[in-house]
């Protein structure tokens, strides 16, 4: 599962599984499960979506500093 682009931005995956390992620690089957659930993976394999850079979510919390990612 890639966390990171060539160039350094984080995916989509890997912003989304590192706030959801936070949430629920040690419970990798709700982490994965919410990652197939929305879309970002599939399986045990990232998806298209969830391989993309996660721009779009990073400039909303600068402009948002409350808000999170849903």
């Known amino acids: 599962m890639p966390k990171f682009t060539p160039s350094g931005k984080p995916t989509a995956l890997g912003d989304v599984e590192g706030?959801?390992?936070k949430e629920y620690p040690g419970n990798d089957?709700?982490?994965y499960g919410t990652l197939n659930k929305i879309g970002l993976?599939?399986?045990n394999k990232a998806t298209a979506?969830?391989?993309r850079a996660a721009k779009s979510q990073q400039a909303r919390a600068k402009s948002k500093?409350?808000?999170r990612w849903k």
């Open 19 to 21: 706030k959801l390992k």
């Open 29 to 31: 089957r709700a982490v």
């Open 41 to 43: 993976m599939r399986g």
């Open 49 to 51: 979506k969830g391989a």
């Open 65 to 67: 500093p409350g808000m």
